[in-house]
């Protein structure tokens, strides 16, 4: 029996040979593996990944396209919105605080903030936006009511 390869001379029909490789896919995340997906979660490029997991950036590109990664990365990005959620309570206190301070400027910089984030600030036409994007836009305005570096970590847009 002739192989691919003389089936294919012989017959000018049949030259195309498969250069693609077969598919597979992952059965397990191993550490490295999340720490791959959660460095990518974090918007960390994949030559910089790479560095960090001794690989090489296509390794990077390979894992984070699997099944089992794309999962995990979901799994990430349920826990950080749950905990974005939960600041809701303190941004609305630093909101608060904010308007009582006695300071006029920091009092209309929180006035605009709560009126922003409810959707009634007259003028200004928004999509309507997520529980989430509304505290992340809140703490990274709220930064200047507050006086420090908020750090806020979003997920992948959708």
């Known amino acids: 029996m002739a192989n691919s390869l003389q089936l294919a001379l012989a017959n000018p029909a049949r030259r195309t040979i498969a250069t693609t490789k077969p598919t597979w896919e ?7 593996h999340k720490t791959i997906v959660a460095l990518h979660a974090q918007g960390v490029d994949r030559f910089d990944i790479g560095q960090v997991a001794d690989c090489t950036p296509e390794y990077v590109s390979m894992i984070v396209k699997q099944p089992l990664a794309k999962a995990y990365l979901a799994e990430l990005e349920e826990y950080m919105d749950s905990r974005l959620k939960s600041l809701y309570g303190k941004t609305v206190d630093v909101i608060s605080n904010g308007l ?30 997520s529980a989430e994007d509304v505290v992340a836009a809140i703490l990274s305005r709220a930064t200047v009511i507050i006086g420090q570096n908020v750090q806020v970590n979003q997920g992948e847009q959708k």
């Not at 959707?119 to 200004?124: D, F, I, S, T, V």
């Open 100 to 129: 009582d301070s006695g300071n006029e400027d920091v009092a209309l910089k929180a006035a605009r903030l709560q009126l922003e984030s409810t959707g009634k600030l007259k003028g200004e036409k928004k999509e309507a936006q």
């Open 26 to 32: 992952l059965k397990k995340l191993s550490q490295k």
